[in-house]
């Protein structure tokens, strides 16, 4: 079955470290793959995607992926976390053959230390 | 204004009772979603429409129907509320192109009681 996990329902950083979410997915075929934003009483917004191309992508607000064929990965990094960044972050996928419906992970919730 | 917009944004309901969710959009997409999240679950599909005539059942809609009155607009409805329908819903659109990235609205929280 097509899946999505994402590593830790909740990450907590310090202001200044480095920020790792991880998405792993079920497919040996190449998806198109996404990583949303959701803040507090929002909706979801994209941070960025990965359909073909360089597989490093740069999101908005300094974040960045990079899709790794053979770890069937695309992990979440900024380098530096702001206390802005808290929030919740979904990975989804749209696979092979799905015609345009994505799957979600469960969800990563990002704390942020001052 | 919001490209997608969902209204109610909150809504407390009894068990039982018929319920509707709206959802209209201003990006003149085609494709439609609904979406419930419930927490450490991520978002689930619901139903899907990718024009006017086309409904599709996603992975939970058991409980649900939906009506797709116009290419703006994409209603969910609740016909016999349960309580573990308390969640909160999310409606998306989506092009075709793009990657087909879908764009959503701000959701509308609902408790049944």
């Known amino acids: 079955a097509q899946s999505v996990t994402q590593l830790g329902s909740h990450v907590s950083v310090s202001e200044g470290a480095l920020v790792l979410l991880r998405c792993n997915y079920s497919s040996s075929v190449p998806p198109y793959l996404f990583w949303y934003v959701q803040y507090p009483n929002q909706g979801l917004q994209l941070l960025l995607k990965?359909?073909?191309?360089?597989?490093l992508v740069k999101g908005i607000n300094g974040f960045e992926a990079e899709f790794k064929k053979s770890e069937t990965s695309f992990h979440l990094t900024k380098p530096s976390a702001h206390m802005s960044d808290a929030a919740e972050y979904f990975c989804a996928v749209r696979f092979s053959g799905n015609t345009g419906k994505l799957i979600f992970g469960q969800g990563t919730t990002l704390q942020v230390k001052p | 204004d919001a490209d997608v917009t969902q209204t109610p944004r909150n809504r407390i309901t009894k068990t039982g009772k018929r319920i509707m969710l709206e959802c209209s959009q201003t990006?003149?997409?085609?494709?439609m979603y609904w979406y419930r999240q419930d927490p450490g679950l991520g978002l689930r599909l619901i139903y899907y429409s990718f024009d006017v005539k086309d409904i599709n059942k996603g992975e939970i809609s058991d409980g649900y129907s939906v009506s797709r009155q116009a290419q703006a607009k994409f209603s969910l409805s609740l016909e016999s509320a349960i309580p573990n329908q308390t969640a909160l819903y999310f409606c998306?659109?989506?092009?075709?192109?793009?990657?087909?990235?879908?764009?959503f609205g701000a959701g509308t929280r609902l408790s049944v009681l």
């Open positions: 998306a659109t989506s092009d075709t192109g793009d990657g087909n990235i879908q764009y």
């Open positions: 990006k003149g997409h085609d494709r």
């Open positions: 990965y359909t073909t191309g360089a597989t």
